[in-house]
């Protein structure tokens, strides 16, 4: 990698930056518009998944007309087969029949980047595990042909995985997978809570993603303090995790982003490596004075490709030349130059498409991470998981922040005071240690 670094020129540096691996978003999801769409990234997960994808002809008109035809070859009451079709289409029940239904929605895809491209960061994340996926027990007789006659509008998706790298986040894998078997498992609280399921995830795997930006960028990512309170808390510059580890930390971190990996996307390409990572450098750049000046005179380079001040440039060691690079990577994007609209609409993307859910404005405070209660036991019941019924409160709490999500002392207590108040906390002493949380499920 170093020598093809070496032998760059200035006219082998591109003009323009672009972002195409690690992230879903693009300076263009800005807009009002909302883009998540979680059947739509659903149905990409499960046809990955089950190496499967819908035909090209497949309309849900063609799906529902067949199904019709069926039921007329069955059933002499016209009336009857108007009221089960309206039942099961109209009311779109037809997808509790099995998670496999939500193939239907790839269709909306099709032409859809940017819902490819929220699929593509849970890609690596399912990796090499097994899904049982199934169907719902007890199917009648009509909801049997139902799947049957979906079934006959999939084909076999012959597109090789095994090309597909572990993520970028690579200790949000276990939690992930371990989490979306669970809610297979049940397939009544798979339909309630997949979309609740998508949302936190991207929300999670974006937040940590820019938190292991900066100043982490060599280090390999692991879960990075983010701080939630309960939407029903009071917020207080007292709190201080909540003052310096929360969404407003968060979204400064957030305009590292597009920067950063485009940066990295630049010295993947210019070096062949495809789905390069910072923390991979480390072990491909050896810390020694020649190859530091071989990264300075690249960021001389890259500084006159991109008309940003130039700066002496004497980096004592590998890392810090390349914070220097990136250095020089995030002030093209300062307010002084044309680009920061580029990176301003970057960070509203973020606020408007992942994080909407997950914050809330309190005053002078500002804005903080937030979880409805809703969410709070949602999550427990991943983090107990299927095969156990309860866990103790500190366990809890660690497997929150497994997940990205952390809470401080006040923060705890009335995690507490919720648990109680559903009843599925039982105290055997005042110790945290004996203080065990149930599921709801």
Do not use: W
Request: hydrophobic residues 35%.
């Amino acid at each position: 990698m170093i020598n093809q670094l070496k032998a760059i020129q200035i006219e082998d540096i591109k003009d323009r930056n672009s972002l195409g691996n690690f992230y879903p978003l693009s300076s263009k999801d800005s807009n009002s518009q909302i883009i998540f769409d979680s059947k739509a990234i659903l149905g990409l997960i499960i046809g990955y998944i089950s190496k499967q994808k819908i035909q090209k002809k497949f309309t849900l008109e063609i799906f529902r007309k067949s199904c019709k035809n069926y039921l007329e070859s069955k059933l002499s009451d016209k009336k009857s087969i108007d009221i089960i079709c309206k039942l099961y289409f109209d009311s779109k029940i037809y997808l509790t029949l099995s998670p496999l239904m939500y193939q239907i929605y790839q269709s909306n895809c099709k032409k859809d980047k940017s819902k490819v491209a929220f699929e593509m960061i849970f890609r690596p994340l399912l990796k090499d595990t097994n899904f049982d996926i199934g169907t719902s027990k007890n199917l009648n007789f009509i909801e049997k042909h139902i799947l049957d006659s979906f079934y006959i509008h999939c084909e076999e998706d012959k597109k090789d995985s095994s090309s597909i790298e572990n993520s970028y986040l690579e200790f949000l894998e276990n939690s992930f997978r371990k989490d979306f078997l669970f809610l297979l498992e049940t397939k009544d609280y798979f339909l309630e809570n997949i979309d609740r399921f998508i949302k936190f995830y991207i929300f999670i795997y974006s937040s940590q993603l820019a938190l292991n930006l900066k100043p982490y960028f060599l280090e390999k990512p692991i879960s990075r303090e983010l701080y939630f309170i309960l939407n029903t808390e009071k917020t207080s510059q007292e709190r201080k995790k909540l003052v310096n580890h929360s969404y407003k930390t968060l979204f400064d971190k957030v305009g590292y982003i597009f920067p950063y990996l485009s940066a990295l996307e630049m010295l993947g390409n210019l070096s062949n490596k495809k789905n390069l990572r910072f923390y991979q450098l480390v072990h491909l750049i050896e810390d020694t004075q020649e190859y530091i000046k071989i990264i300075d005179s690249f960021t001389t380079k890259f500084q006159e490709k991109r008309k940003i001040e130039k700066t002496e440039l004497n980096s004592k060691n590998i890392k810090e030349a390349l914070t220097n690079l990136l250095d020089n990577a995030y002030q093209e994007f300062d307010k002084s130059n044309s680009k920061y609209t580029v990176f301003k609409k970057y960070k509203n993307a973020f606020e408007k498409q992942i994080a909407k859910d997950f914050i809330q404005s309190r005053g002078r405070f500002g804005k903080v991470c937030v979880l409805d209660q809703e969410m709070i036991l949602f999550i427990t019941n991943l983090s107990i998981g299927k095969d156990r019924d309860f866990l103790h409160f500190e366990e809890l709490v660690k497997e929150f922040e497994e997940r990205g999500v952390y809470f401080d002392h006040k923060s705890k207590e009335a995690l507490l005071v919720l648990f109680e108040r559903v009843e599925n906390i039982e105290r055997k002493s005042d110790s945290g240690d004996s203080i065990y949380v149930y599921k709801t499920v």
